[in-house]
């Protein structure tokens, strides 16, 4: 049976309108996101993984950013169509993000109590638990010990491991039905990660929430991921299971990036050791954006950018976009 998408992105596009032109951010972005599945991200810096979370999220940078085009289905429901205190509902309860950086989404003047207690007052009204206990019984969940006194502690009091898993209560405390998981930077050593992504992942089960997880670091998306979603220049390029990501990519982007990764069992920053850089995204090349790094390209590829192509008989899994897979 078909499982129903929590999230369904429909031609997405989110531009950015400087003084030097439009930069077109995200520019038709396509992908669905089933209930209790984990799609990864991947693609290089500046090829528009934060500004898709940020378009769900209703976060785009103002007044520069715009969504101009697309659908966001959160349940079918447009999340495009909706007001910014509509949002403002969803991103508290429904929909969640955290950032890697722990410190840039706590506030150092409160308590770490104080914060979670804030975001959990909401999804509250109707039970009658006191707000404390709950707050303590979040901290409970995402394994800090002692919870009843560490409430009391200033994130600075904190170690960088434990802030991570205070933000993680904190998104979790509306029972969210999608978490946005964006690691930009890698600012944790190997170990909390590691104890950060099994949290994860154990309170997915717990609630069945989906999670998007953005990340540069393939051990990661083998690691925690259902599904992948390849981004080049404001597109997905590819998007596939994880194995077939891994083991069977069909767009020469995909094929290069699985080459830059030396061994997805270590711990390593994915490399993205491909010649050239990616196109400004204010002057796209008329054409595929990948054309003038890519070993295949040909005539076709430098005038019109490629159509969807399905991979296998498995409607929808595995797509990419790309002139070789329809042409040759
Ligand atoms: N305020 C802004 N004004 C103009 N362009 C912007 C602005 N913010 C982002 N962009 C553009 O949007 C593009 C996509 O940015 P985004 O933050 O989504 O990249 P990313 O894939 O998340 O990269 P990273 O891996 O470095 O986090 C960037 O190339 C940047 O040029
Ligand atoms: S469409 Fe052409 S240039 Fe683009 S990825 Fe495919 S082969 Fe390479
Ligand atoms: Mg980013």
Redesign the pocket.
């Known amino acids: 049976m078909a499982q129903t998408p929590v999230l369904q992105v429909n031609n997405l596009k989110t531009h950015f309108f400087t003084r030097s032109g439009v930069v077109k951010a995200v520019d038709g972005v396509d992908f669905t996101l089933n209930a209790g599945e984990t799609l990864g991200i991947v693609g290089e810096s500046g090829s528009g993984k934060s500004m898709t979370a940020l378009s769900i999220m209703g976060l785009v940078p103002q007044p520069a950013g715009k969504i101009v085009e697309g659908e966001i289905l959160f349940n079918g429901d447009d999340l495009v169509k909706k007001t910014q205190a509509e949002l403002q509902q969803i991103r508290g309860r429904d929909i969640c993000m955290i950032l890697q950086d722990p410190m840039t989404s706590l506030n150092p003047v409160f308590s770490v109590g104080n914060q979670v207690i804030e975001t959990v007052k909401q999804s509250l009204a109707q039970t009658g638990e006191t707000l404390k206990e709950r707050a303590i019984e979040l901290l409970h969940k995402v394994k800090i010990a002692a919870p009843e006194s560490r409430i009391e502690n200033f994130p600075h009091q904190m170690s960088g491991g434990m802030r991570q898993r205070v933000v993680g209560a904190i998104a979790i405390a509306g029972s969210p039905q999608i978490l946005i998981a964006d690691e930009a930077t890698t600012s944790l050593d190997a170990t909390i990660q590691y104890q950060y992504l099994e949290l994860l992942k154990e309170l997915q089960r717990d609630t069945g929430m989906a999670i998007i997880f953005i990340t540069h670091d393939m051990g990661v998306v083998a690691k925690m991921c259902d599904r992948v979603a390849v981004m080049y220049a404001g597109k997905v390029a590819e998007i596939a299971d994880v194995r077939d990501i891994f083991n069977n990519p069909q767009?020469?982007?995909t094929e290069a990036l699985m080459k830059s990764v030396p061994n997805v069992e270590e711990d390593v920053e994915m490399l993205y050791a491909i010649e050239g850089q990616p196109p400004a995204l204010d002057n796209l090349p008329a054409g595929?954006t990948?054309?003038p790094r890519?070993q295949?390209?040909?005539d076709k590829?430098e005038v019109q950018f490629?159509d969807i192509v399905q991979i296998g008989d498995d409607s929808n899994r595995h797509t990419a976009t790309?002139?070789?897979l329809s042409e040759n």
Do not use: D, L, M, S
């Open positions: 767009h020469p982007y595929c990948f054309a890519c295949y390209a040909f590829c490629p790309c002139w070789k």
